[in-house]
């Protein structure tokens, strides 16, 4: 099929303003699940764990993994993000600058050899993938591998949770726990000052994390450190090339990259949608939601509402405030929030410093809605 053949996606945003004028609180099908449009909304879903829950899965008790942080309320939430949030502290995040300022510009340069690239495979996927394995105690040989496995589990979380998931994604969750339950083993026996060896030492009045639980860490942590950051990456470039004078504002001014990078964030949000489940009858705006209802907050639209951001469909380079909540909102905020926004400021900085541009290969259309930001984006680089 040619470029001139091919099939056009709907533009979700236009789909996002009807909705937000017209429907704001909807139900997709009968019986189906509720979305939420609008900013305000969206915002009173996240913030109010009590009514909107993150335990979504229809999986029976015995069927589930160890609770996991993202899929969890208090109190077995606070025990987790308490136990696991040291690895994500902004010192902590701070003094992995030089290691992804040197993993970066080893990417970049890589990059300028060849006119045309795959950009997920040459950047934004290893410069994360490399950072978060180096917390993990993942061996370098193993991070081609360990992409794959992420990859696999996280653009199939929707069937983990609520189907049956294929037989290649129950076999990358396998290989993946295997992997690093042996590594577990080997770290009880020989310690290591890495976040995953620290986990393993850790003492709580329950006593030691048990299997399960460090598990479950893992795989948090390959999403919070991993994917955001792919998002945010690819999501930059989209907008150098929809945008090219953003490309040479931030080589002008590169103070910019910061508000940039927020902007950025906002109008292309690395994960479309979230999902709860009411706990109790309620009402949003003059919508009844009944109780075990599943309600999907499409955070993508909420960062495109007219009633908060002035020019909403516009990118807008210095743009103060910018309330957005592509990160999340409340108890839920990700974790790895500051980590995606160095890493992003790293890598625009120095795309911004080695090329002359940098655009869309032609026939490039990433599909709207993909959590984590596409997989594959072919671009074409301009070497000064």
């Not at 495109?304 to 516009?314: H, L, P, T």
Request: hydrophobic share 40%.
């Amino acid at each position: 099929m040619s470029d001139e053949q091919a099939p056009v996606s709907p533009n979700p945003y236009e789909q996002y303003r009807q909705l937000r004028a017209q429907q704001p609180v909807s139900q997709l099908e009968n019986n189906g699940p509720f979305q939420v449009a609008r900013h305000a909304d969206v915002v009173a879903v996240l913030k109010d764990h009590a009514t909107f829950s993150s335990d979504v899965s229809l999986r029976p008790p015995d069927e589930r993994a160890a609770p996991s942080m993202l899929f969890s309320d208090p109190p077995v939430h606070n025990r987790l993000r308490k136990l696991v949030s040291y690895a994500f502290k902004p010192g902590y995040i701070e003094a992995q600058r030089r290691v992804i300022d040197e993993r970066c510009e080893e990417l970049v340069q890589a990059m300028l050899k060849h006119p045309e690239v795959e950009l997920v495979e040459a950047l934004a996927a290893p410069l994360p993938v490399v950072v978060i394995a180096t917390m993990l105690g993942v061996e370098e040989g193993d991070l081609v591998q360990f992409k794959t496995w992420s990859d696999a589990i996280f653009s199939n979380i929707a069937d983990i949770l609520f189907a049956e998931p294929s037989a290649e994604v129950q076999r990358a969750g396998q290989d993946l726990d295997a992997y690093f339950l042996e590594r577990i083993e080997t770290l009880r026996a020989h310690p290591k000052d890495h976040v995953l060896g620290r986990l393993v030492a850790t003492e709580t009045p329950q006593g030691k994390l048990s299997d399960d639980e460090l598990l479950s860490f893992c795989r948090l942590l390959l999403i919070a450190g991993n994917e955001t950051t792919t998002g945010l990456i690819t999501a930059a470039v989209r907008i150098f090339d929809e945008f090219p004078w953003t490309f040479a504002a931030l080589q002008s001014d590169p103070q910019l990259i910061p508000t940039f990078v927020e902007e950025s964030l906002r109008f292309y949000s690395p994960f479309s949608a979230t999902v709860r489940r009411v706990t109790t009858d309620t009402e949003l705006s003059g919508v009844s939601l009944p109780k075990g209802a599943l309600v999907i907050p499409l955070i993508a639209s909420a960062n495109r509402d007219e009633r908060v951001f002035a020019r909403a469909d516009e990118f807008v380079i210095d743009r103060l405030p910018n309330p957005h909540v592509a990160f999340g909102f409340g108890i839920h905020n990700c974790l790895g929030a500051h980590l995606a926004r160095l890493e992003g400021e790293i890598a625009i900085r120095s795309m911004v410093r080695h090329l002359a541009g940098i655009r869309l290969a032609q026939g490039e259309r990433p599909a709207p809605g993909q959590l984590g930001g596409p997989n594959a984006l072919r671009v074409v680089l301009e070497v000064s």
